[in-house]
Nanobody, 119 residues
Framework: QVQLVESGGGLVQAGGSLRLSCVAS???????????MNWYRQAPGKGREPVAQ???????NYADSVKGRFTISSDNANSTVYLQMTSLKPEDTGVYYC??????????WGKGTPVTVSI
């Protein structure tokens, strides 16, 4: 059973920083099992949108809205994905979700951790 648990969300003022963590269990992070690790977010009343992606070999992709401010990384030995968020803006507010995609294409989702950025 694969489970993802996000943590690190909370309330922060604009310009502040947060680090989100996603700890996976039931799966080993390796190039033969994992295609990509991803963060999505869903703002109130909006759909879920991709924020950042890192492949199992370390290539990264970011949404234009967060480039230069967010950094995704992974600790494969500990099956953990991080999202370091800096220079936070009110529009970054939302529930952040972790997604792990297997090489096979199967994806797993966490339950999300809420982030609120105040002005």
């Amino acid at each position: 059973q694969v489970q993802l648990v996000e943590s690190g969300g909370g309330l922060v003022q604009a310009g502040g920083s947060l680090r989100l963590s996603c700890v996976a269990s039931g799966i080993i992070f390796s190039t033969v099992t994992i295609r990509s690790m991803n963060w999505y977010r869903q703002a109130p009343g909006k759909g879920r949108e991709p924020v950042a992606q890192i492949t199992s070999v370390g290539y990264t992709n970011y949404a234009d809205s967060v480039k230069g401010r967010f950094t995704i990384s992974s600790d494969n030995a500990n099956s953990t994905v991080y999202l370091q968020m800096t220079s936070l803006k009110p529009e970054d507010t939302g529930v952040y979700y972790c997604r792990i995609q297997r090489v096979s294409g199967t994806s797993y989702w966490g339950k999300g951790t809420p982030v609120t950025v105040s002005i």
